[in-house]
């Protein structure tokens, strides 16, 4: 899709044949090989040189986050990015969230049968990538191979761990009434990459993934305010799942103001071509923060002297009306809810 | 295969047409939905109710063992366990032979569509009971779901995070010279209960995959011997596979002697008919460990008395001829060189 002959410089000479075979997922010595020629060479680190069964990692005391996400997107490669860098980005930001700073990644493949050895080499470089931006290390995998037809191409398990500082305590539950609720650029860019690349639509300014590593940006946030009470990125569901689970943890209201949502103007008009709700898309370069009315604009100042934060903006405030529920102020001056969404506009995105 | 009626017993009224959905995986409603009802029952600790985008977990200073596999074994029910067990102990072992106390888990779950639900709970029913029995709690974890023929019916991956106790430090580069290699017990069960379950063979007595969580053996061994050398679990690509990693990280050489290595008659039987061989053939419940050779009588002492080394063994000594090689002394008083395994003779056994 959005593969540049670039991407497949390999220390190898290979071809369109040169495909992955459940013999290197054997465990013997293809998989000896594979892990040689195409693993070791990008996640280059002493830990995972050891090539022992598990990674072990020196430790300071203290608290550690600790999360996983599998990632299945279809396309492989799309506008903006590519599992590769989904893989990395999407657990690192989960580490964020908890305010952690993200150290280690373990990374899990499951490969189908006949997938080129180019296309795992160019996802294994845009994971260099996005680790050495992100500042972790991988530091220990698995891969397995199943027969053709058992898997699509290719999933990607990472699991992250990450230091949570002394003094952060993020979590859902902790939303009070008159918090200002953050969000820190505009919405539904990586869903709306995903399924227009996926259904062949084009519109006059290309959709790009939004995929990043968040933590720069909270490292900065966090550093003006420690208060933070909660962060989450939207994800699965995008920003209407989340706040919706805001809600829900704390048994507090959310009150959006509609014309607050940044949406990039080529997003909202596929959005409206194709009946989606940019608050139902997923981002996977974004968090909603929610902090303090009193620290409220100090954080935003922050957010958008940030280069991931540049369109940050105060999205609405928590209630201590309508509890558990999300609702909206309309462009028109009506309200209405904002529900959890019930079925799957757009499976395999991430 | 080896469903029963009893691994169906479940909160909800569930029939077979009750079945995963791509929503279940949207992040929405219906995935909180699934984790309400499936998920939590069964994994229920205090951090993962938290419900957040991350586990936070209170950790000691010191090092940390953190390691990972998939499980895709197919078929998900088989003589002697499920994926379910598989992917608890597989994980738990890999935290384990570095020597370190396995304590939580992460689980990340691909499900394609149309899974009947009644076996995803069988499944986690399988992991709560694996857990439990090995020590872990899982922590935090990930739902996918893919439309159907994306994925074989389910893979799990877990990720595992343990304490290395100071003063252990295991590593397969620490192996010298006159080295006692042991074996805890008969090989080559797993593979072959899979194999002869998913062919439909039926041999005089059914055989049972060997599935259990290593951690209580390992720490009776390194209780006796904390100079142990290295310890590996020789799942894929068995016994051969894990003793040639062991030559090819020490360069030291390694001599087995062919009439000590414990095979279970049924699956002798069966590796004859099928034309076999069981050093290369998985185990999920067993270990190899080096010792010096003065501690080898007290550790195989300790091995025997504990239910899951009942039938250890002396399999072999670390030479410094032949570096990097295993070879093996034949009952005719022979030698052959035991090679990595190149192709692939069972695929999908974990």
Request: glycine share 10%; with cysteine; charged share 20%.
């Amino acid at each position: 899709m959005s593969l540049k002959p670039e991407d497949f410089s390999c220390p190898l000479p290979l071809t369109a044949h040169d495909t992955v075979q459940l013999a290197h997922g054997s465990g013997g010595r293809l998989t000896a090989e594979l892990v040689d020629k195409f693993f070791l060479p990008r996640f280059a680190n002493p830990t995972l040189a050891r090539l022992e069964d598990q990674a072990v990692l020196d430790c300071p005391a203290g608290r550690l986050a600790f999360t996983t996400d599998t990632f299945v997107v279809d396309p492989l490669f799309f506008p903006g990015g590519s599992i590769g860098e989904l893989a990395v980005n999407g657990t690192v930001n989960d580490v964020a969230m908890g305010g952690a700073r993200p150290l280690w990644l373990s990374a899990a493949f499951v490969i189908e049968e006949g997938l080129p050895l180019a296309v795992l080499h160019a996802v294994l470089l845009a994971m260099e990538k996005a680790a050495q931006a992100a500042g972790v290390s991988i530091v220990t995998g698995d891969t397995k191979v199943v027969q053709k037809g058992a898997c699509d191409k290719l999933f990607i398990n990472t699991t992250g761990l990450g230091v949570v500082p002394d003094g952060i305590n993020l979590s859902a539950a902790n939303l009070q009434p008159g918090d200002a609720v953050l969000l820190s650029g505009t919405i539904a860019d990586h869903g709306l990459a995903i399924l227009t690349c996926r259904e062949g639509l084009s519109f006059e300014s290309r959709i790009e993934s939004d995929t990043a590593a968040l933590y720069g940006l909270v490292a900065v946030v966090l550093a003006v305010c420690p208060e933070m009470r909660a962060m989450r990125d939207p994800t699965r569901g995008g920003v209407a799942t989340t706040l919706n689970e805001f809600a829900k943890s704390s048994g507090m209201g959310i009150m959006l103001r509609e014309e607050a949502i940044p949406v990039r103007p080529a997003v909202r008009a596929a959005c409206e071509v194709l009946g989606i709700d940019p608050l139902y898309v997923a981002n996977e370069g974004k968090l909603v923060a929610v902090v303090p009315a009193a620290q409220a604009e100090t954080v935003l100042a922050a957010m958008r002297a940030h280069p991931l934060g540049r369109h940050a903006v105060r999205l609405g405030e928590v209630t201590a009306k309508n509890p558990g529920l999300v609702a909206m102020r309309t462009a028109l001056g009506t309200h209405r809810i904002i529900d959890m969404p019930v079925g799957e506009q757009l499976p395999r995105i991430c």
